[in-house]
């Protein structure tokens, strides 16, 4: 009996064999071509990481630098910030006493001879205690004479004399000691 060796069945284990081994090279060369793109993009976020990492270093050394060096602006700083608080918190409750005043130096300054103004107090509701100083009696009693003019009925709500005091006897000098409570400054010509 004849054999007959099949050559075609040899073939097709080599064609499956071939197959497999085409496709293990295709899976091996894109497994390679993706790891190969895999270590490139990691090398470079690595890369633009480690640039980020040592710009924030520079930064961070230039800062403590800067903080090092300026200690004594940085405490300077925080006085002025202290003293600015202060500052606002006064303004907050301000009676504005210097236009008071300056309005009421200006109401005596048309005298002949105008008092001296010292112990001038004004508080946030506009109550005020001031004291004049005159040099004789006729300046006294000029001044009086001028509280009953237009210039200073302008001024205030009210005005009263508390005292009126009679100081060194040689020189006769004159203490008027007044209480009185200043119009609101946005009603007021000044």
Do not use: C, W
Request: charged share 20%; aromatic share 12%; net charge negative.
């Amino acid at each position: 009996m004849k054999k007959r060796i099949n050559l075609f069945s040899q073939r097709a284990l080599q064609v499956k064999l071939v197959d497999y081994n085409l496709l293990i090279k295709k899976s091996a060369l894109s497994f390679l071509i993706f790891s190969l793109i895999s270590f490139l993009i990691m090398f470079l976020i690595s890369y633009l990481i480690g640039e980020d990492i040592k710009v924030v270093k520079n930064n961070s050394l230039v800062y403590q630098n800067y903080v090092l060096q300026n200690r004594d602006l940085s405490g300077e700083l925080e006085k002025f910030i202290y003293k600015y608080q202060l500052l606002q918190s006064h303004l907050s409750v301000d009676a504005k006493g210097s236009v008071y005043y300056e309005a009421l130096q200006g109401a005596t300054n048309s005298l002949q001879n105008p008092p001296l103004l010292s112990n001038f107090t004004i508080d946030i509701t506009r109550n005020t205690t001031f004291t004049a100083e005159l040099p004789d009696y006729d300046s006294a009693i000029d001044f009086m004479e001028s509280l009953e003019t237009s210039s200073f009925q302008e001024l205030f709500e009210t005005l009263k004399l508390d005292s009126f005091n009679l100081n060194g006897a040689q020189q006769g000098k004159f203490t008027l000691n007044f209480s009185g409570i200043f119009i609101d400054i946005s009603n007021a010509k000044l």
